[in-house]
């Protein structure tokens, strides 16, 4: 009897064993084939709990997701003979597991199978367009047919491209300095010609103010003269009123402004012999003599 429940426990324990190993999981996310002596048997491409021969069978297991591929960096040449570095990634999943795993048999040797045909197809994109397209003006058409040449060889791979995007394109570093120096040209001369136009702004708005300060100045020279001239005009009109009330009183006022300006303090010196400064007295006298008896000198 212990024989037999010792026996009984084995076979319980192989068959647990064995439906151990028959059983396996496919994950939302996965896809699998099921391989018998290295030949394809069942292709799962359904999540859930599947079956499998223990120790016959074997299962491969390959992502739905979609998965990156990263390409070395390339040098490719461009219509006119521009020379890049283009370093790009694609974006793919696994569609046909059975195609995949013929073709390429697993996700880790996907770089060099799939590798070369995505450089070999940038290259020869690359090399039918200009540098301006390929940097600026058609990137995006280049990279979109890159996508779908690299999509046609894939479907013999079982895989299908997403994407295909160039991270970079910079020109060769043997040429990069002497297109950087052409660019700093470019752009000093853009800087002489904007400091060019800017001193002859600066030129036409100072001649145009000059002109202004020179019309507002004649204008207000003019203006003053004009003033200036009917004040002179209305004080000489004033003392010739005033002179003509009085004439002897005039005269002598003359002769005294005669006299001021004639004999100005260190500035004029008369000699006289004193024969002579009796008839100075005189004559001074004489010059006042009808303005009556208060104006004339003392002696």
């Known amino acids: 009897m212990r024989t037999f429940l010792g026996f009984l426990l084995i076979l319980l324990g192989l068959a647990a064993a064995g439906l151990y190993a028959s059983a396996f999981v496919v994950h939302q996310n996965e896809q699998a084939i099921v391989l018998r002596f290295g030949e394809p048997k069942i292709v799962i491409q359904q999540p859930g709990l599947k079956w499998k021969a223990p ?27 521009q020379r890049l570095v283009i370093d790009a990634y694609t974006r793919y999943r696994i569609t046909d597991p059975l195609k995949f795993y013929q073709q390429v048999h697993s996700q880790a040797l996907v770089t060099k199978v799939m590798g070369p045909v995505v450089e070999s197809t940038i290259r020869n994109v690359v090399n039918t367009a200009r540098l301006s397209e390929v940097v600026k003006d058609k990137r995006e058409a280049i990279m979109k047919q890159i996508k779908e040449t690299v999509d046609r060889e894939g479907k013999g791979y079982g895989v299908e491209v997403v994407d295909v995007r160039l991270k970079r394109a ?32 600066n030129n036409r708005v100072t001649a145009n103010a000059d002109r202004e300060v020179t019309v507002i100045r004649a204008e207000a020279t003019k203006a003053s003269d004009i003033l200036r001239g009917e004040g002179e005009g209305l004080r000489n009109k004033i003392f010739g009123d005033a002179y003509g009330q009085d004439p002897d009183f005039a005269r002598f006022y003359r002769a005294m402004q005669a006299c001021e300006t004639a004999f100005k303090p260190g500035e004029t010196r008369f000699m006289l012999s004193p024969d002579n400064t009796s008839s100075v007295c005189s004559a001074f006298t004489e010059a006042v003599k009808p303005l009556g008896p208060s104006h004339a000198p003392k002696p």
């Open 170 to 201: 910079n020109l060769h570093p043997t040429i990069s300095k002497s297109v950087f120096a052409r660019m700093t040209a470019d752009r000093e001369r853009v800087a002489t010609e904007l400091r060019a136009q800017g001193t002859a702004e």
């Open 55 to 81: 120790v016959l069978d074997t299962v491969e297991i390959f992502d739905k997701r979609i998965l990156d591929l990263d390409t070395t960096e390339l040098e490719v040449t461009t219509n006119d003979q």
